[in-house]
Every structure is written in C-alpha cells, then in structure tokens.
C-alpha cells in the first residue's frame, strides 16, 4: 500500500512538471529576427596592436606563432591586455562566463573598450547563463556590443523545464573558446571566464592550459567564429532575454571590495603583464591547423568533426601518445582503439582527475569501469591528487604547467602529444559528451619543440602530483609519493585500495551512478 501511494506521488509530480513545462513553452523566434550580419573586420595594417603582429607574420610566412599559459592570473591578464590594445574589434565566445570577480571585472573592461569605440561581438552558449540576463541585456543595449547566445533556453526563470519539454535539442552544447582581438591574435583553449579558471577567489582552482596564437591560423579562427555567428542556432540575445528584464548598470570602474582589489594587484604582477611591457612576448613559430565541429551537425558532416580529426592523430602514434583529459570517458570503441594502440608498442600515459579532485562525480562513474581495462593492456593511469593546486614554469620553447602541493585543485586542460611531435590545446574532452553533444574546437601544434618541451613538464610531475594507478590481482590500487618537496626526507609510497581522499558517501554515489544507463550523456 505504501509503495503504492509513493508510486502515485512520483507519477503526480512527474505530471504536474510536465504540465507546467507545456504551459511554460516559449517557441524560438525565428533566427534571423532583429539580426544583422556582420563578419570578422580585415586588419588594419596601421593598427598599434596589428601592424606589429603583421610584421611578425611577413616574417614567418605559413607559421602560426604560439604563446603559452599556465598560470590562471596570466591568461587573464593576456585578456585583458588584449581589450585594453584593441582599436577597433574583439570577437569573444565561450561556453560558460560567472559573474565572480575576474567575470565582472572583464565586462567592465569590454564595456570601457566598446566606449572608445571598438566592436565587441560576443556569443555565449546558454546553459549556464542562468542568472546572467540582466548584465548580457546591458551589454547587449550598448551600440557598439551584440550579444547573441548559441541554442537559448526560452525558459528563462526555470530551466529545467525546457528540458522536459525541448530536451533534444537544448542538450546540444557549444563547448568553444576564443578571445580574438583586432582579427590578429586570439587565445584559445580550455578556459572559460570564472574565477577557478583564472586564480582568483579562495574556491577550488582549475589546472588549465591556453595558448594566444598570431599569424597563418588567425584566418581560419576568424572564418570559424564568423560561421558560428551566423549560425541559424545562434540567437541575438534581445529576442531571447523577456522584455521585462531590466538591465543591470555596468560599473566603469573596478569594484573596492578587498577580494577584487587584492586579485587587481596579482594580475598586476603577472608574468605576461611585464613582458608585453617591454615587448618580449616570445611566440613559437610552427605549422598549426585549427579543427572545429560545424556548429549545426549533420549527417553530412560526421566524417569532419573534432573526434573523427583527433582519432587520426592517435592512430599515427607510433612510440608515444600522452593524453590529458579532465573528464576521461574513452567509451567501448575509445577502449579499444587505445588498447589496440598500446599492443601495437606505443607508450601510452593518462592523466585525469581523480575522484577526490573531479568536480562532476557523475563523470568519474563513467570512467572508472574503463580502469581496469586500459591498466590491463599496459596504458599507465594517473589521477590528479585534490591538492595539487597549479603553477607554471616557462622555457623558451614553449608552454609548460605544471603542478606543486595547495588546496581544493580540479584538472581542466585538455591536450594530447603524440610522438614528441604534434600536440593539442583545445576545449575536447575525451569523453562522449564531446564527441556527440557538444560542439568543439582546438589546434593543432606540428613543433618537436612544443610537444617535448610540455611531455617532460608532464611526465616528470606526474609522480609527485598524482596517484599512479596499478592493477594487481584484478584490483585497482592506488599509489602515492609523499615527502616530495622535502629533499633531505626519504620519499615514502602510500598505497591505497579504494578511491584516495575520497568521502564514503562520494564513492557510494559513484558506485551506485555506475549502474545506470547514462553514459550517453556525460
């Protein structure tokens, strides 16, 4: 009788949301309602901040020049340096923007450049701009900014709803990140606008990777954000925000609370800051190819997506393949497309989160099942520890992050190297949501330089910052050096049998979650 009276309750909820999901139901406008087209500007070769990059290109003709950030406070000073040398555009997409210190402080910049007159073009994916619509509405209101949003939720209050009502479609994610200035230079990877991206606050810190590129990669990354502009999924964000909506006033001026003054004073002595002073930004000269999903798939397009141009990489691997990914899923044909690789004698390493350190625990659920398997075949697994909070140390040769002891870290970066050659910095993960659901981007790096230069930062740190992975009598352990930053002290190796530093309940969930038929849409 009680099984039966909860049974009904379940099924009068499920009805009654799925009642107000129909009530609620706002159809799209149609995409090209109140929409202008607008391309990418040409540069300007008497530009301050173009005709010393163009310079620089005629003197690396087909190369892309490529600058690398490790540190959080670094590239976002490189974005901020960038809005305040425009002259006269930025185009700047994303798949999530907070409105925390370092999200405010750059719409205060972007809001001062669009008053001296540059055009700021920004495209948001919406799923996680609950919250957000009052300040994209003043940055939308203002003459020389457009704001449009990729695939919008018309429910605006309550977004879960859409999904009952619209789920198909809203699942489907612009992962993307680019931040071009003056069509000459743009910084693309895997970082989004927030405070974990950027160093800033006292929450959990994201290990992250991005790079600023010039020169022959800079038309195709122009050419891209313009196709996804005009995209018929794309929306301006006055036709999707209510009427009712009021906009927020943008201050012009930094906020005087002490955690964005105390962040304003370390951006200031970043690295990037002082080099771009004296004009010693040192970009590495290589061949780079951009790949990029359409952002409206099809099945016409399913042999030239990021996951079908990314496996192509991984099969000519030949002697070593690196790969980090924060939210690892290989899935059953991932699995065996790696193993394969492995039997064939190629060195295979992982990096990923984990449980303890993952900030979706759903994702490690997915993963864990696939450990046992990929340790069998030989691939060497490494989960990052939840304490090894990111610094960067640079070389000439190119970008290199790595790890140190801290508090409350998550790994975010996505790159692979495959043969000390070739090398990716993008928004990909390996995992089916990139693969299906969302739309992604990256570049590809052809410098023996670049990929040695970021496999020795990688592979030197990994036993110190992580738990190395071991399957022995069919079990997974875990195993951890400690005393690693005291020399004079005997390092000593701590084995674990279940998900280190993990709660109880975290690894329950995990376990329980791993049974369900959910793979599909992590």
Same mark, same amino acid.
């Given at each position: 009788?009680?099984?039966a ?10 009805f009654c949301?799925l ?5 609620s139901?706002?159809?799209l406008?149609?995409p ?11 540069p300007n ?5 173009s005709?010393?990059?163009l310079?620089?290109?005629?003197q690396n003709?087909?190369?892309?020049? $490529?600058?690398?950030f490790?540190s959080?406070q670094d590239a976002?000073?490189a974005?901020?340096?960038?809005v305040?040398?425009a002259?006269?555009s930025?185009?700047i ?6 409105n ?9 910049r ?6 001296r007159?540059?055009?700021v073009r920004?495209?948001l994916?919406d799923n996680?701009?609950s919250?957000?619509?009052g ?12 704001v ?9 209050r309550?977004?879960?709803?859409g999904f009952?009502?619209?789920? !198909? ?5 612009m992962h993307? !990140?680019s ?5 000459v230079?743009?910084i $693309?990877g895997?970082r989004?606008?927030?405070?974990e991206?950027?160093?800033a606050g006292?929450? $959990?810190m994201?290990?992250d990777?991005d790079?600023a590129?010039?020169g ?10 313009d196709q996804?502009?005009a ?7 006055s036709?999707i ?6 906009p927020?006033?943008i201050?012009?001026?930094p906020?005087e609370?002490d955690?964005?003054q105390?962040?304003?004073?370390q951006?200031?002595q970043s690295?990037y800051v002082h080099?771009?002073?004296?004009n010693?930004v040192?970009?590495?000269w290589?061949?780079v190819?951009?790949?990029?999903d359409?952002p409206i798939?099809s ?8 996951t079908t141009?990314i496996?192509g990489?991984f099969?000519k691997? !030949?002697?070593?393949?690196n790969?980090v990914?924060? #939210?690892f899923?290989?899935? !059953?044909s ?15 390493? $992982?990096?990923?989160?984990?449980l303890?350190?993952?900030d ?9 099942k696939?450990r046992?398997p990929?340790l069998?075949?030989g ?8 304490d090894?909070?990111?610094i960067t ?5 190119g ?7 801290g ?9 692979f190297t495959?043969?000390?050659? #070739? ?12 693969a ?9 790096i052809d410098?023996p330089?670049?990929a040695?230069?970021?496999?020795e930062h ?9 738990y ?6 069919h ?8 005393n690693?930053?005291?020399p004079?002290t005997?390092?000593?190796?701590i084995? #674990?049998h279940?998900?280190?530093a993990?709660?109880?309940?975290k690894?329950v969930g995990?376990?329980l979650l ?8 992590l």
């Amino acid at each position: 009788m009680i099984i039966a009276y909860l049974l009904c309750g379940v099924l009068l909820v499920v009805f009654c949301l799925l009642l107000l999901a129909a009530f609620s139901y706002r159809q799209l406008p149609s995409p090209l309602q109140a929409r202008t087209q607008t391309l990418t500007l040409p540069p300007n070769p008497d530009g301050v901040l173009s005709s010393h990059i163009l310079k620089a290109n005629a003197q690396n003709p087909n190369l892309t020049g $490529i600058y690398g950030f490790g540190s959080g406070q670094d590239a976002f000073a490189a974005r901020i340096s960038l809005v305040e040398a425009a002259e006269y555009s930025l185009d700047i997409r994303y798949y999530i923007w907070k409105n925390d210190i370092s999200g405010r402080l750059m719409i205060q910049r972007l809001y001062a450049a669009a008053e001296r007159g540059v055009r700021v073009r920004i495209l948001l994916d919406d799923n996680t701009m609950s919250g957000m619509d009052g300040v994209l509405l003043a940055l939308d209101k203002h003459p020389n900014i457009e704001v449009r949003l990729f695939n919008p939720f018309m429910q605006r209050r309550f977004r879960l709803l859409g999904f009952l009502s619209d789920f !198909k479609r809203l699942n489907y994610r612009m992962h993307n !990140k680019s931040f071009t200035a003056d069509s000459v230079v743009s910084i $693309i990877g895997g970082r989004n606008i927030g405070d974990e991206y950027f160093g800033a606050g006292d929450g $959990i810190m994201f290990a992250d990777m991005d790079v600023a590129v010039i020169g022959d990669v800079m038309n195709a990354l122009n050419d891209d954000f313009d196709q996804y502009w005009a995209s018929d999924i794309v929306y301006p964000a006055s036709t999707i925000i209510p009427s009712s909506t009021k906009p927020i006033t943008i201050q012009t001026t930094p906020l005087e609370d002490d955690a964005t003054q105390t962040y304003i004073k370390q951006v200031r002595q970043s690295d990037y800051v002082h080099k771009l002073a004296l004009n010693e930004v040192e970009f590495l000269w290589a061949k780079v190819t951009l790949i990029s999903d359409n952002p409206i798939r099809s099945q016409e397009c399913q042999d030239d997506t990021v996951t079908t141009k990314i496996v192509g990489y991984f099969e000519k691997a !030949k002697h070593s393949l690196n790969i980090v990914s924060p #939210y690892f899923i290989p899935t !059953k044909s991932g699995q065996k497309l790696l193993v394969d690789i492995a039997k064939s004698g190629t060195s295979i390493h $992982i990096l990923t989160n984990s449980l303890a350190a993952n900030d979706v625990a759903a994702v490690h659920s997915g993963y864990a099942k696939y450990r046992k398997p990929l340790l069998k075949a030989g691939i060497k697994l490494f989960e990052l520890k939840p304490d090894a909070a990111p610094i960067t140390q640079k070389k000439k040769q190119g970008l290199a992050s790595v790890y140190r002891s801290g508090s409350g870290s998550s790994l975010h970066a996505k790159t692979f190297t495959v043969d000390g050659r #070739y090398m990716f910095v993008g928004s990909y993960n390996l995992d089916p949501r990139s693969a299906i659901h969302n739309t992604e981007m990256g570049i590809i790096i052809d410098s023996p330089q670049m990929a040695q230069a970021a496999n020795e930062h990688i592979l030197n740190n990994l036993h110190h910052t992580t738990y190395h992975l071991e399957l022995s009598d069919h079990r997974v352990k875990w195993h951890s050096i400690t005393n690693h930053d005291e020399p004079d002290t005997d390092q000593q190796i701590i084995t #674990y049998h279940k998900d280190p530093a993990a709660p109880w309940h975290k690894r329950v969930g995990v376990w329980l979650l791993k049974w369900l038929p959910i793979e599909w849409l992590l």
